[in-house]
């Protein structure tokens, strides 16, 4: 779907203008869920690292007769207490709803009834990654998980999604960190000199 002509505009990471970093490395991808995903599991493939944000992969949403507007919920868990405070998202749409939940629990689009978003955004088409669309990261922190809900006018183009980078801060969990072992006592075993090993003699002058 993403386009890549000679310059067309697309950036590295390093000239976004952010002081921000790439979040995939704290996003719990396996354990992303969806509702109206049109392939069941295609939406954990948009969350890429920001250098393959422009391969083939891509979450459609699955239209319904009974609406008159495409919906696609996700729910995106993470590892450790996250602030968010940009969004990047890459889609063909010429224009796109975003409503921003936090919620420590996955949501599904019939519990949105009864909540309102905390952050409501107008996503212009982005064709390479490259458009940041800030959020109001006060209300984005220590997070463990968000849900993003898409939404446009149902007119035959459908609504697809290639990529979405979330950008911000995260505390590391302790839980994360490598396991070190400790020797309360010490195994002789491990630590016998061989006997071929030099030998040092000390004499008493």
């Known amino acids: 779907m993403t386009l890549h002509p000679p310059g067309c505009g697309c950036k590295l990471e390093s000239e976004l203008v ?4 790439c979040l995939h490395s704290n996003i719990n991808i396996p354990c992303i869920t969806a509702f109206n995903e049109l392939i069941p599991g295609s939406a954990q493939s948009v969350f890429k690292r920001y250098n393959q944000r422009l391969t083939n992969d891509s979450v459609k949403c699955a239209e319904d007769d009974e609406l008159d507007e495409c919906k696609l919920l996700i729910n995106v868990p993470l590892l450790s207490p996250t602030s968010i405070s940009h ?5 063909s749409r010429l224009s796109l709803k975003l409503d921003i939940y936090k919620s420590s629990n996955h949501l599904s689009l019939e519990d949105l009834e009864d909540l309102v978003p905390v952050q409501s955004l107008k996503l212009i088409q982005d064709l390479h990654g490259s458009i940041l669309n800030p959020l109001k990261v006060a209300k984005f922190t220590n997070l463990s998980q968000v849900t993003l809900v898409f939404s446009c006018d149902k007119d035959g ?3 697809e999604i290639s990529y979405i980078g979330l950008r911000g801060t995260y505390q590391m ?12 006592r010490p195994n002789i075993a491990d630590h016998q ?3 071929n090993h030099i030998k040092l003699n000390f004499q008493m002058q």
Do not use: H
């Open 18 to 21: 952010t002081n921000s970093k």
């Open 87 to 91: 969004i990047i998202v890459i889609s």
């Open 157 to 159: 183009n459908g609504l």
């Open 173 to 184: 969990n302790p839980s994360r960190a490598v396991n070190t072992v400790y020797e309360v």
């Open 193 to 195: 000199v061989q006997n």
